[in-house]
């Protein structure tokens, strides 16, 4: 017998545990860190709102709502409406006050990683890692289906090749040692749409199977507010509903002022699966007003930086 062999190989039993491991967080009790998540929903329901602020929470540290992040670097591939999903920075940068020195970290990718090709996947990880030295800790791919061209979605073969690319561009970046700073796993959003009727993911059946966490966003028409459900929430305990609530931000662009919505507050369900409110800030004069678990706290604060929302 040798012990010349492939350690990913190796058996593990419970007794190699003095302790069990605990799950390791990204977003704390919203996206493991190392996992694959789909957030999907039928178009302009706000999918690009929420993983835009997963990415801009994660790139500067922030908490998201009240559940703290780990700070990382994000590749957010930005298929749909790139300068759409920059001035949502921006109204998020604002919002916060931050400089745009503190989202370095959050850098963008215009043109699609082609998951459909072996060339273009390592090409495009070529230029990124080697060519400007930036490993990633999470990738939001925005959307799973621009990011797939001449690929029938309907078809298992051809998607089951597509998406086991997905899991190659994860394995490789995480075995890149040379980033010292790095997180130990990478985490991948993908955005994806649903069928017209909104009620499934669309395409093969083979879509859901790679994925630890599923997460459907639901929103009436125009309305400021969606609501995530997770669907799937593979080895964590899973979380609850959370309705995410919208505001306007101000931003200058070069033909002047324009107003963006932003991710004000969010609520959860409770175990009579009744909405509750928390962590919201509503704005009066110099005066936050603090709604925890549907209790009223009114708090006199100096500086609205001290809010914890996303």
């Excluded at 801009?56 to 998201?64: I, K, M, P, Q, S």
């Amino acid at each position: 017998m040798t012990d010349d062999f492939d350690p990913k190989y190796k058996l593990k039993r419970l007794s190699d545990y003095e302790v069990i491991p605990s799950t390791e967080w990204l977003i704390e009790k919203y996206l493991p860190l190392g996992s694959k998540a789909i957030l999907f929903a039928l178009p302009k329901k706000l999918k690009t709102y929420i993983g835009l602020s997963w990415a801009c929470c994660v790139a500067t540290g922030r908490d998201w709502l009240e559940f703290p992040t780990k700070k990382g670097r994000v590749l957010y591939i930005a298929l749909e409406g790139y300068f759409g999903v920059l001035r949502r920075q921006e109204a998020w940068r604002i919002r916060h006050k931050v400089s745009k020195a503190e989202l370095n970290d959050l850098a963008f990718l215009r043109c699609a990683m082609n998951f459909a090709s072996d060339q273009s996947v390592r090409e495009v990880l070529r230029a990124i890692v080697d060519g400007q030295r930036f490993r990633p800790d999470l990738i939001i791919i925005d959307t799973l289906f621009s990011s797939l061209p001449g690929v029938n979605v309907s078809d298992q073969k051809e998607m089951t090749l597509a998406l086991e690319r997905i899991e190659f561009v994860q394995k490789t970046l995480e075995a890149v040692a040379e980033f010292s700073d790095a997180l130990a796993a990478v985490t991948i959003v993908v955005i994806a749409h649903t069928t017209k009727d909104g009620a499934s993911l669309f395409g093969t059946v083979a879509i859901p199977a790679i994925f630890d966490v599923m997460i459907k966003v639901e929103r009436e028409a125009k309305a400021r507010e969606a609501i995530l459900h997770y669907t799937e929430a593979r080895d964590i305990e899973e979380p609850p509903s959370t309705k995410v609530v919208l505001e306007e931000v101000e931003i200058d662009t070069r033909s002047g002022k324009e107003k963006n919505l932003y991710r004000l507050y969010a609520t959860t369900r409770n175990s009579s699966g009744e909405m509750i409110r928390k962590w919201s800030v509503i704005r009066s004069r110099k005066r936050a007003h603090f709604w925890v678990t549907g209790r009223l706290r009114k708090r006199r604060i100096a500086d609205l930086n001290c809010a914890k929302v996303s």
